[in-house]
């Protein structure tokens, strides 16, 4: 396969008036090779041709016509000019619908980031009213403990003088009896509230046994937290599930404070050699959520550990 021969002054002509080479040999070698009014023509006829922008290939050497030049008549300028409009109006409309589509890519690609933007602000916003909820019940036990306090106080005080205790059985008796129906109108699972209550008296330990000690005492908080958070998130990687006890980082933020080490022990981890490892099959991604909230509620109460160790079930 070669590229057949043209007449290469007609070629020139027809490349001068804007014609790609590749067009201009294609017209001159179908029209006959003859002239350019011809070859124009025979543009024009094939104009929507699919390969009419590709050099056409022949089997055998094509004799060259006349070289003759033919004069170039004001007919086969404007013919010439009017295909010029075509094919710049073709590329122009092309080039509108291959915008169009970029801007619907554009909108498409938009609206999937503000539907990836709206579910991430969702789960930061339901995990916002989690850690809330959990505060505020730390915050009522607080008060409950409060108002317990200042009760014990106001008998105390009664007593010294000898007066006597009036109402106090009947509060005593009515206080237990409100207990055993709310325990009854909500029953909750032993086994919950039991670790819940020992991860939070085992944090309000940590910061009583360091109370003078509040900048620390909040970086084993945030610590643990960090610890928890790391096998929730990825609870099949081991890497995740150990942690080396002489570990000098570990050591000055979490094992050297009196009841670092339990919370983690609370959490499921149990020590092996110089490591504590939390066994995958013993992974309870219920315990260590409470056990996130709980941390949270430590580091952002301040009623957390200001009172006595509360009496557990």
């Known amino acids: 396969m070669a590229v057949p021969k043209v007449d290469k002054k007609m070629l020139e002509e027809l490349e001068v008036m804007g014609f790609p080479k590749a067009k201009a040999t294609r017209g001159l ?8 009014e011809d070859a124009i023509n025979w543009i024009i006829d094939h104009e929507n041709d699919p390969d009419i922008d590709e050099i056409p290939l022949v089997d055998i050497d094509i004799e060259i016509g006349s070289s003759q030049s033919f004069p170039i008549t004001e007919e086969v300028k404007i013919k010439a000019q009017k295909l010029r409009e075509q094919l710049h109006k073709r590329k122009d409309e092309e080039e509108r619908k291959l915008e169009i589509q970029r801007e619907k890519e554009r909108i498409q690609a938009g609206k999937k980031l503000n539907e990836m933007k709206r579910i991430a602000e969702e789960n930061e916003r339901q995990r916002h009213i989690a850690l809330r909820k959990a505060e505020k ?105 150990k942690i080396r006890l002489s570990n000098p980082l570990f050591q000055d933020r ?59 079930l």
């Open 137 to 241: 019940e730390e915050e009522k036990r607080a008060r409950e403990k409060v108002m317990q306090k200042l009760e014990q106080d106001k008998i105390n005080r009664r007593s010294k003088p000898g007066l006597p205790l009036e109402g106090h059985a009947t509060r005593k008796s009515l206080s237990l009896t409100i207990q055993k129906e709310t325990k009854l109108q909500n029953p909750k699972p032993v086994y919950t509230v039991t670790k819940v209550d020992l991860l939070r008296e085992c944090l309000r330990s940590l910061k009583r046994n360091h109370q003078d000690e509040h900048a620390r005492v909040r970086r084993a908080f945030e610590t643990l937290l960090i610890y928890v958070g790391n096998v929730v998130k990825n609870p099949n990687q081991e890497k995740y599930r």
């Open 29 to 36: 070698h179908y029209s006959g090779n003859t002239n350019v």
């Open 254 to 312: 979490v094992g050297s404070l009196n009841g670092g080490v339990d919370f983690l022990e609370l959490c499921g981890f149990e020590k092996m050699d110089d490591f504590l490892y939390l066994p995958e099959e013993k992974v309870d991604i219920t315990l260590l959520n409470s056990a996130g909230l709980v941390l949270k509620s430590a580091i952002t109460n301040p009623f957390f550990g200001l009172f006595s160790t509360r009496t557990l």
